[in-house]
């Protein structure tokens, strides 16, 4: 009876955890595409492999920061207070490799269809995802 209950609450757990990203996930969708100088929704809608890898990868990212959070604590609260710090330091990571490349501007790039910069902008967020997520398990 008890593997019943332990059972049911796992599950329970499952639903919760499932809700909880679903929801960061869409503050987070909503965040970064006020970042974005073009409308995200419209260039993925049209087929901007650039404007869905990166998205994708935002996504991505802060998906493997709620991951290793959530294998670390036991807390929902610090779950949803970690994924706010998840969100902010994916923003800093867009804002900052904007100022180091002068040159080369994200959202113009992005919006023009350049997939090899959205490329690399995926391995650096994935990677930058990795080491935030180690420092906060």
Known sequence: MD???SLGNALGNVGIGLL?????LIVGYYVFSLL???NDNQEIARGNEAAGIYMGAKLLGLCIIVGMVSYSSHSWLDML???AVGI???CLVYVIFD???PRTKVCEEIAKGNVA???LLRSIIVGVSFVVGTFLM
């Open 99 to 101: 100022l180091v490349t």
């Open 117 to 119: 910069l959205a490329q």
């Open 36 to 38: 974005t100088r073009y």
């Open 3 to 5: 593997s019943h209950i």
């Open 20 to 24: 909880i990203l679903f929801a960061i």
């Open 81 to 83: 207070a970690w994924s």
């Open 88 to 90: 902010v330091v994916l």
